[in-house]
């Protein structure tokens, strides 16, 4: 079982940014590709980015590139994701999730097998 606690969301106005933190437990987080989703109230669950167990390679959704910016720390046990930019349809409670094994990004939620609870982020206009 792995745990993990996300931090670092707020309330941010138009513009913005913030920066979200995702700390797993266990001795084996270089073993894992790591992603972040997000849920918008009465919407479904989305892909935000991902990242490869080295940090060598990267995805985003097409809403938030150029402007989010997915990294870890492995020393850390730490994924990170910086959003620049933000708009206030960036609003929705944020997850980060691991997928075990894996050596391939992926952005389709049923291949991740550990969620955290969530961090809200919320944009004002």
């Known amino acids: 079982q792995v745990q993990l606690v996300e931090s670092g969301g707020g309330m941010v106005q138009a513009g913005g940014s913030l920066r979200l933190s995702c700390a797993a437990s266990?001795?084996?987080?270089?073993?894992?590709?790591m992603g972040w989703f997000r849920q918008a109230p009465g919407r479904e669950r989305e892909f935000v980015a991902a990242?490869?167990?080295?940090?060598?390679?990267?995805d985003y959704a097409d809403s938030v590139k150029g402007r989010f910016t997915i990294s870890r720390d492995n020393a850390k046990n730490t994924v990170y994701l910086q959003m620049n930019s933000l708009k206030p349809e960036d609003t929705a409670v944020y997850y980060c999730a691991v997928r075990r094994a894996a050596t391939q990004l992926s952005s389709r939620s049923g291949e991740y097998h550990y969620w955290g609870q969530g961090t809200q982020v919320t944009v004002s206009s």
């Open positions: 266990g001795r084996t987080f270089s073993t894992y590709a």
């Open positions: 990242i490869i167990r080295t940090g060598g390679s990267t």
